[in-house]
């Protein structure tokens, strides 16, 4: 009987799992193709807690503080729970702005990328590719002795910020006071039951934490060392959701007129690049980092901040995309990531003995 | 005996230096000290797949990890 749950299967049930819920989601309210996008709803959070006003992506997203305490809760459980930090973190924290901005060029983040492919938006591959290339780069940094430094064992307190504040988060989208901002209309205004998906974040952080799925790592691990186990997920997590949007009709293959997308190529294939560099120098997706960041990383808690403070960036400045086409200063913004990203991976380095 | 000390280094750094280790040092066992119960798995997952019989010990701190080659 044990044989049968491995760590192999286990992951694979998680991520089919994982992605019949992600494409369900869109059935119980959420945007098309967005069942869950970790990038998507955390831009949607800083828009509710009024950090950027693009007033149709404003909503304190109950998915991601179920995320984050469904792996407090787990790592809780399991013993898991560590406090730690200290590696670098101002560079996590504009390496996760950064991913914020790439993701927003494309509209989506890795899981999402793959979410749309299962939608029949062929777009997703071109944003795959873009992940792919981006991680090949950063593992040539990685073998070069590129690294962000050691954390070292930090107070506990510490290590429950990030739960205790996504438990704040979690108050305000409940109590909903008058300073909170929420979409009319647009993306913002398409959402779930919130106790649904609160409970949809809890479960799947629950799994993420146990299974430590990376839709960056899958891709990262497959090239670098031929390890297939977190691809296995991401893989998993494709199937499940083609199956559920086939059953519910809403598969539909195409490049153009997909939702909340665009068909820029180029873009679409550089903005994920820079994500998936960006990820890679990280050691994770944003929904590695905001599982990590209930763990008691601390530093993982910071790229969750700059994730956040990237989205306010990103549409404060005009370089998110929207299904228009990218935005007027989307080819700066991802040029000047890109710039950033190859310094810290050419100057953080140290000779491997 | 080779020691690769990667405790408090996050993903992928301790599989990165575990595999130059094992890569440079063919057919000599190679104890690392790890952190977290992630790192003890990634790191046992790749010694495993590169054929070394993984033996895992808790310390205070983390795990340390004996990878000794097969026999063969």
């Known amino acids: ?353 | 005996m080779i020691e690769v000390d990667v405790r408090g280094f996050s993903c992928p750094i301790p599989v990165v230096r575990t595999k130059k280790a094992i890569e440079d040092n063919p057919g000599t066992p190679v104890t690392v000290l790890v952190e977290t119960a992630v790192s003890k798995e990634n790191v046992s997952r790749l010694a495993q797949s590169r054929g070394y019989s993984v033996d895992v010990e808790e310390v205070e701190d983390g795990f340390r990890i004996i990878l000794s080659p097969s026999s063969k």
């Open chain 1, 1 to 353: 009987m044990t044989r049968l749950l491995t760590p192999r299967t286990l992951i694979i049930i998680a991520g089919l799992i994982f992605g019949i819920l992600a494409a369900f989601m869109v059935d119980w309210g959420n945007p098309s193709n967005m069942g869950i996008c970790i990038a998507c709803f955390l831009r949607d959070i800083s828009g509710g807690l009024g950090l950027h006003r693009a007033g149709v992506v404003q909503y304190l997203r109950p998915e991601i503080m179920g995320l984050a305490l469904g792996a407090f809760a787990s790592a809780l459980s399991f013993r898991e729970f560590r406090a730690r930090g200290g590696s670098a973190p101002i560079v996590r924290f504009l390496l996760g702005a950064f991913v914020m901005i790439g993701a927003l060029v494309f509209l989506g983040c890795p899981v999402r990328a793959v979410l749309r492919l299962a939608g029949g938006d062929l777009n997703g591959i071109t944003a795959l590719a873009g992940v792919v290339v981006g991680a090949g780069v950063g593992i040539l940094f990685l073998k070069r002795g590129f690294n962000l430094g050691r954390s070292t064992k930090t107070y506990t307190a510490a290590g429950w910020i990030m739960p205790v504040l996504m438990l704040g988060i979690l108050l305000l989208a409940i109590f909903m006071p008058y300073f909170i901002f929420e979409s009319e209309s647009g993306p913002g205004s398409m959402h779930a039951a919130l106790w649904i998906s609160l409970v949809v974040g809890l479960g799947v952080g629950v799994m993420a934490q146990r299974t430590r799925m990376c839709f960056v790592g899958g891709w990262r691990d497959l090239i670098m060392v031929r390890d297939t186990y977190l691809f296995s997920a991401i893989a998993a997590f494709f199937i499940g959701a083609i199956i559920v949007n086939a059953a519910l009709g809403y598969l539909d293959w195409g490049f153009t007129g997909q939702p909340v997308a665009h068909d820029n190529h180029l873009w679409n294939f550089l903005g994920m690049a820079l994500l998936g560099l960006a990820c890679t120098l990280l050691g994770g997706c944003p929904l590695r980092n905001l599982i990590l960041s209930g763990e008691g990383d601390i530093d993982a808690g910071v790229t969750v901040l700059g994730l956040i403070a990237g989205a306010a960036i990103a549409h404060n400045f005009a370089t998110t995309a929207s299904p228009t086409g990218i935005g007027d200063f989307s080819v700066v913004a991802v040029i000047v990531g890109l710039v950033f990203c190859l310094s810290v991976g050419f100057l953080m380095r140290e000779k491997i003995a």
